[in-house]
Every structure is written in C-alpha cells, then in structure tokens.
C-alpha cells in the first residue's frame, strides 16, 4: 500500500483510469466483431463508421497507440471491400 500522500493519489487516478479505458476498450472490441460478423453489404458501412470511429476514439484517448488503430481500420476495410466485390 502507498504511504504517500501523491502515491495514494496516483493509485485513485490509476483505478479510475482503468475503468475508463476498459469500457473504451470493450466498446471497440464489440464493434470490431460486429464489422466481422456483418454478411451483408448492405450492412456493412454503418457498421464499418462505427468500428472506425470506436477505433479513432480510443487511439485519440491514448487507450491504444495510433498506428494500432490504423493498422487495425485497414484490415477491416480490406475485409470489407472483399465482401463488396
């Protein structure tokens, strides 16, 4: 346990942090999966933005680095694209 005042704090900070990029997290997880499970194409750019966005969101918040959340967009459009044609 800290005995600091500051690593008190930084282990509060720490926790809700956590919390936070966990339901970041999940969300993108869950929206990747619904991109991956779409068969029809008619279906697949709502759910395409949203993985993309989910993604962007949690580059944007530190929650995953930025070329992960690129990498990741391009395969699925890469996916995406094969279902289409």
């Known amino acids: 346990m800290p005995k600091l005042v500051s ?8 926790r809700v ?10 969300a993108m997880r869950t929206s990747i999966k ?3 499970q779409t068969r ?3 279906e697949m750019p709502e759910s395409l933005s949203a993985a993309c966005s989910a993604l962007d969101k949690a580059a944007k918040r530190n929650v995953i680095h930025r070329r992960t959340a690129s990498r990741l967009k391009s395969r699925l459009m890469k996916m995406a694209n094969g279902l289409t044609h």
């Open 7 to 14: 690593s008190k704090k930084r282990l509060r900070q720490e």
């Open 17 to 26: 942090r956590a919390v936070r990029n966990k339901s970041v997290k999940s």
């Open 34 to 36: 619904k991109v991956r």
């Open 40 to 42: 029809v194409a008619s």
